[in-house]
């Protein structure tokens, strides 16, 4: 081999190792870059996770929302003819009072029925049985309930008797899931009553130990609580019971607004309904009034 052609030789290695030195850091960058890249990727991740984290989240507040609207606005609202029932007269003054509650109060009464509304309707609805009752004697307390439901505090009718000390006995009571939120208020406080009142409603809570009165009115025709299962929680009520059924009447009518869907229609008018209900409750209550 000639001395040019080792020249040639050296200088071919010497190109060889250049190049393959030349790979490597090529490839060093590359991981290097591939490293950088992914690390990238990676918080771009967290970051976008967080965001549809932060974007769900806000999409579930809102749905909750807007159904808690559709909830609170979905109510049974009183008729207009109630109008006239939340005015004072001569014979009843009626208060709507800033403690969530509207009294009905006749001449010097010394009974009195706080009520609870049925679930998903406006008090004011029950105005005219309220006024009517007034007028037989009883002072009437209707309570308010914070979104017309039934399911909230049902310790009202404790905080509202408290306030007037002249009512020397009370009763408490309630229309259809008013009727129930009562009945829970008498069995844990059954001291501070003289009875419980059940109108459209069945008993829930066993009060079969109690010395106190149980009042049951309903409709014969109530399609909402049927008189089969208002019959059927009678062994639930307390030792001193009466039970009076409105021939002709239904579940709706005890207030002024428009009938529930599930409910049957009425053969007999509103008005005659609750003079019919007001008329017994007043006589059971005004007879223990008396002893």
Not at 72 to 89: E, F, P, W
Not at 160 to 178: H, L, M, S
């Amino acid at each position: 081999m000639s001395n040019r052609d080792r020249i040639e030789e050296r200088r071919a290695r010497l190109a060889r190792r250049q190049n393959r030195e030349m790979s490597k850091r090529t490839e060093k960058v590359e991981r290097a870059r591939g490293r950088a890249l992914q690390s990238d990727n990676i918080i771009l991740n967290i970051l976008s996770n967080k965001i549809l984290r932060i974007i769900l989240v806000a999409v579930i507040l809102v749905v909750a929302f807007v159904i808690w609207l559709l909830y609170i606005n979905n109510y049974k609202k009183a008729l207009s003819d109630v109008d006239y029932s939340m005015k004072s007269t001569s014979s009843v003054a009626v208060n709507e009072t800033a403690y969530k509650f509207t009294t009905f109060k006749s001449e010097n009464p010394t009974v009195g029925l706080v009520l609870y509304p049925d679930k998903k309707v406006e008090y004011e609805a029950y105005a005219p049985f309220a006024n009517i009752l007034a007028q037989k004697g009883v002072f009437v307390i209707v309570c308010d309930m914070p979104f017309n439901s039934s399911y909230l505090p049902y310790k009202r009718a404790l905080k509202a008797i408290k306030r007037y000390p002249n009512i020397k006995k009370w009763y408490v009571g309630g229309f259809g899931k008013g009727g129930i939120k009562a009945g829970k208020c008498f069995s844990k406080n059954s001291k501070k009553f003289e009875g419980l009142v059940l109108l459209g409603a069945p008993c829930k809570y066993n009060l079969s130990k109690l010395n106190k009165k149980t009042i049951a009115v309903y409709g014969s025709l109530d399609g909402v609580y049927k008189p089969s299962k208002i019959k059927k929680t009678e062994k639930k009520f307390s030792k001193d019971k009466v039970i009076y059924e409105i021939s002709g009447g239904n579940h709706s009518n005890f207030g002024y607004y428009k009938k529930f869907v599930r409910d049957k229609k009425a053969t007999i008018e509103r008005e005659e309904q609750i003079m019919e209900a007001t008329s017994f409750i007043a006589g059971e209550i005004r007879e223990d009034e008396k002893e």
